[in-house]
């Protein structure tokens, strides 16, 4: 176990409003077993002990699950390291580093302050068409519609996603197509997304469109930045799926 | 009626919707290389073939030959196609950059420098192509192609140039062949590999055979 | 030692378990529950606290009822609640491996898994929704595991001898959130639910004995507002951050239940807290949270330690590698001391046994808290692959946290605090000792008893929010006269007002420790003494020693920043406050429990060869605390719990 000495370069912005600048902090003495997030504990535990506002950033299970920490590293959400930021460990940087930290950007996601952003956006995708709309106890028995194992495989790759937004922060063109069409192709697989696929389809594209989020260029970016390895086939997927979607809106397939 | 109609209109507005536009519009152009490829390459038939005419020269002055009204249609055709590729792909990059907020320091991890410069690529083939036109197209005489295009590219300029934008372009097909079959949808983890190969492949076949005419005129080997 | 005699009330809200034999309770309750007709559902405000699978598909389906619902979560989107880090799966007795599962199994396995110290109608009750649970799961898309025949497929879990765990790899709460969380989009996008993200609960109001509404802070703004309903449902999870470190996400936290304690909800059981026995070990003091490793490894990994501390002291030095341990120097304790369960011993037997393990110096891992967790075996019998293909991401999430590979060397385990079976007293309906006070998931305290089996929290967050909270609802509302209680009545006011003025007092001390160093020493306390093994003298130590943390947290925390606007630390510090006031009445209640039950286990009482000694004469009986003033004792009441269908026996999982 070694200690590293780090500098940092941390963007501050007290709120939405303010006008944000790039700081420098050293972190000292930092374990190289912690995780990125609790070297920034140690951090901002210096800060506030200094009398100074910690740096303010998303964060909650701290076991790359629930999606909520997000941040930039070096130009790249997550740090690139195919984990979340929460799971980066300070082994990965060396002594002596300057690493810098940003918030996820894009237009879409609104600053609110420092490293927190707003991505409800993602949310209000997933309410335009991102479910099966079953009600509850209409269920029939689980295994009255059997799945092809391979199916529900796939499904569940792309069902893997855990909204966290990397794939828009490290979009060259802040695009939101990796999340949304993960989450559709999740549903378009399954037996239980047919009846309302197309439906999905089209209310999630025109969702996504206008909430601001870029148009993909087939960078690959996202695929690169998620970490939980979400593919880009969902994105031809999807793509496919609303050309269908649209055929069949036009000639009145579904009404 | 209406619902087409409303649909289309969502279609075209809509960010999946002009991806496929670029996209198709773009395979279209891409098979008009081929074939213009195609006939550029007589030029290796020589000065001389039958008579006193090059092959390239009986490939200019048949195409000209062809009834005025179906060359206009294909070139008002082409032109349609290739303002619907520039506008869109502009009016896209356009959005694109006002979604976007920037990083103080930038990093990538996995897109390449053509998929990053299509727009750049894109407007300087663009600009040649308009270039092209004035010099080729508008200026020559079908009769007198070969000795016409041997001409222009004995000035090193005018093939620097040519073959910049050539280089422009295979950057821009380069990326462009394999993401119009992702956007179109028929792309997935197994077969994106080999699309690369194939995009790689074919830009540099294509390009390479293109530059291949300036090169051969400025080492003398056509003359 | 200091005695202490905790004042004891006759009183005991009535628990509204339905006439008649067990299997047809829940089937009568809902053949004569009150409804309410559709039309005037709308008119009933229901606002929900919490988004994780208690509170995200109570939400969904009231809102699907066509009730008015009202929704806040700390998080930045309802889908981040800690429920999505459950890993192992959710138990349903659907018997589709044809081992003879039933609902009165499931049941049965439950109620002697919480050591006979919950209520058997809620259980089986639980049990008999648990089917339904796969079923809803299933139709909203949630991709289980299945089989190549396209059938769903089931494991086996801690503390159980069948397969009737569903699972979708190491991921199972994720995707079982996720349903929840569509199903609850799917009714913002129609605008049945207003969704109030990073808004957090600060206190309950209760109008005349009725809870009819809550005071919130807007986490961005930092505004204090309050929000009037007809019910509240709490589903705010449980209080293991009370040990500072646990498997819990960083914003779990006791603050809503502990405000509603202190409003005369009666907190039930508070010392049955689980302690989950295979996380990675600490590493050290700037360690902010303890990573689970699934409960489902033990299926194929064996537990040990070196039979010998001279052995153990060198692989703590470094010196010997774990694989070169040779397989006579090694003590597969629980294979060992629990032949027919082996490393499948139910959470309590194992942290316990763990724990026993490093306290006789055998402990591996840098600070001789830790034991082997090896796969060698299973490699050697089924291949790297398919241990891959039922592990792989745990075992990638392992070596990305620790550098080490487990397909090498074994993984190494630990104790941590991981869920708590107490929690709000509720009665049949889930309504609280506070009338219009609902409590669902791991906020209550009803269906575990004194220790969780795998796989069985999914199953009751599930079961309270889509089946049960639906049907028993309309029990209290049909009391109420809709939308009579606005904010802008004095209690509401009032509770805004102190809301406020403690935020006030606690950035107006401006002393020197920060929130979490106050937590941290919170946590060890807790953890040392009322942790894994209790004792009259460490119950009393802690309960001498709590105030005066709590004295130094009014008296010298720091909480830097305003009140206006984003303040991390001041959620921190509201947080560790809560944690403060409630940490005794969870020393109390185990000090009171004069006996060994379960996750709570009493060195003074156990048998002969070290297994919990239950004092069933004494202590069958919900112990539920009712606040009387900080640093006051509070008093108890008592739910005597019968048990007319399952015979009280010794658990024995030998």
Known sequence: MANLNLTLKVWRQENAQAQGRIETYKAKNIPDEASFLEMLDIVNEELVHEGKEPIHFDHDCREGICGMCSLTINGVPHGGKKVTTCQLHMRQFKDGDTIWIEPFRAAAFPLLRDLVVDRTALDKIIAAGGFVDVRTGAAPNANNMPVRKKTADAAFDAAACIGCGACVASCKNSAAMLFTSAKAAHLNLLPQGQPEKNKRVLAMVRQMDALGFGNCTNLYECEAACPKGISVDNIAKLNRDYMIACAAEAVGVFA | MNDIITTACKFVTSSIGRKILVALTGACLLLFLVGHLAGNMTIFGGDVAAGDRSWIDFYATGLHSMPAWLLWSIRLGLLAVALVHIVLALVLKYENYNARTHYQKEGTLKATLSSRTMVLTGLMVFCFIVFHLWQLTFNGDPANCYQHILHAFQQPVCSIFYIIAILCLMMHVRHGLQSVLQTVGLSTRKVRPLYNIVSWAFAIVVCGAFISIPVCVMLGILK | MKEIKFPVSDYMPDSCIPEGPIAEKWTKYKREAKLINPNNRRKYTVLIVGTGLAGGSAAATLAELGYNVKCFCYQDSPRRAHSIAAQGGVNAAHNYQNDGDSVYRLFYDTVKGGDFRAREANVYRLAEVSCNIINQCVAQGVPFGREYGGLLDNRSFGGSQLKRTFYSRGQTGQQLLLGCYQAMEKEIGKG??????????????????????????????????????????????????????????????????????????????????????????????????????????????????????????????????????????????????????????????????????????????????????????????????????????????????????????????????????????????????????????????????????????????????????????????????????????????????????????????????????????????????????????????????IPAIRDEFWNNVKVVGSTEGMNQELEKAWRVAAFLDFAEVLCYDALNREESCGAHFRLEHQLADGEAKRDDANFAYVACWEYKGTGELPVLHKEPLTFDTVHLAIRSYK
């Open chain 3, 192 to 545: 049945h639910i207003e969704m109030y993200p990073r808004t957090e609960m600060m206190d309950l109001v209760v109008v005349d004995g009725h809870a009819k509404g809550i005071v919130v802070r807007d986490m961005v703004t930092g505004e204090i507002k309050s929000y009037a309903g007809d019910t509240v449902l709490l589903a705010t999870g449980g209080y293991g951050r009370v040990f500072f470190l646990s498997t819990n996400a960083m914003g779990c936290n006791v603050g809503a239940a502990c405000a509603c304690w202190k409003k005369g909800a009666y907190f039930a059981n508070p010392c049955f807290t689980q302690i989950h026995p295979t996380c990675i070990p600490v590493k050290g003091d700037y360690q902010s949270k303890l990573t689970l490793m699934s409960e489902s490894l033990r299926n194929d990994g064996r537990i040990w330690v070196p039979k010998s501390r001279e052995v153990a002291a060198k692989i703590r030095r470094g010196e010997m590698k774990p694989s070169d341990v040779a397989e006579n120097d090694r003590d597969y304790y629980l294979e060992r001391k629990y032949p027919s369960f082996g490393n499948l011993a139910p959470r309590d037997i194992s942290s316990r046994a763990a724990k026993e393990a490093c306290d006789d110096e055998r402990g591996v891992a840098n600070t001789g808290r830790g034991v082997f967790l090896d796969f060698k075996d299973a490699i050697d019998r089924m291949g790297k692959e398919w241990i891959d293909g039922q592990y792989g991401n745990l075992f990638e999430m392992y070596e990305e946290i620790t550098d080490v590979d487990p397909h090498e060397q074994p993984m190494m385990i630990y104790p941590a605090s991981h869920y708590t079976m107490g929690g709000l007293w509720v009665d049949y309906n889930l309504m609280s000792s506070i009338p219009g006070l609902h409590v669902l998931g791991e906020a209550n305290f009803s269906d575990h008893g004194a220790n969780r089996l795998g796989a069985s929290a999914l199953m009751q967050g599930l079961s309270d929010g889509y089946f049960v909270i639906p049907a028993t609802l309309p029990t209290y509302l049909t009391t109420q006269k809709p939308g009579t209680i606005t904010t802008a009545a004095p209690e509401f006011i009032e509770a805004e007002e102190a809301v406020k003025a403690r935020i006030q007092k606690m950035m107006d001390v401006k002393g020197t420790k920060t929130p979490d160093e106050i937590h941290r020493e919170l946590g060890k306390l807790v953890w040392e003494d009322v942790g894994m093994g209790r004792t009259k003298e460490s119950l009393m130590d802690a309960i001498e020693k």
